[in-house]
């Protein structure tokens, strides 16, 4: 270990040790954003930047079991990423099937799909199926994994769903339209059930959502990070949570 790492381990636990953990978001949302950059300024491939961020999914998640958070959204891959060059696509697919089959295989979280299953390649459909039903018992994290998800997407698909289910109950537009309220269209949510997003942290600098969450983030609180994702370390994880903490959520009061 040389200086630097003893110094930031140092403080992490500083950090740690200030941390009020009654004040900790029980659902993080994490766009881990700025693989490619890493390993460009690392003088790597594209290839090895989205391994290393894949590498990193088990050390974050061991940081939210240490401080009580009990559900992490990952967005591993967008609607628009499908559109990628097939050369750039499959190895990027390949990578997110191996990181999801290494969190089924922890034994620790369970595991749960959020996106379009029908845009994903067939292999890539039954990695995630089989993870989820491989983890439905375990009693750790409920770790969602985005993969060909898009906000946009996900309230179509919300609403689409709705409108079959009442469709098959026979109810008419008239009466649809005279009942319909949120709530109804978060039972249709990919995340249906799950309490939104308290925090959501977004690395590598770039200040916006892109798409992510959409319904649910109406009021959750950001972070936005300097450093890539690859490089995320834990005292950056312990500075959102306290960041979080040091706010006053008013949800529009």
Known sequence: MNLRDLVYGLYA????GRLDHTQVPKHIGVILDGNRRW?????????????????????????CAETDVEV??????????????EEQLGPLLGIIESAVRALASDGRWRVHHVGTMDLLPAR?????????????DNT??????????????EIADAVRSLLLEHAERGTSFEELAETIDVEHISEHLYTRGQPDPDLVIRTS????????MLWQSAHSEYYFCEVHWPAFRKVDFL??????AARHRRYGT
């Open 13 to 16: 636990r500083r950090v740690e």
């Open 39 to 63: 390993a460009k300024a690392s003088g790597g491939t594209p290839e090895q930047g989205h391994r290393a961020g894949a590498d990193k999914i088990q050390e974050l998640l061991g940081w």
């Open 72 to 85: 992490v959204t990952l967005w591993m891959l967008s609607t628009d990423n499908l559109n990628r060059p």
């Open 124 to 136: 890539t459909q039954t990695v995630l199926k089989e993870a989820e039903q491989n983890t439905h």
């Open 140 to 153: 750790g994290i409920l770790v969602n994994v985005a993969v060909g998800y898009g906000g946009r997407q």
């Open 205 to 212: 600098g770039e200040q916006r959502l892109s798409g992510f």
């Open 239 to 244: 500075r959102a949570l306290r960041d979080y």
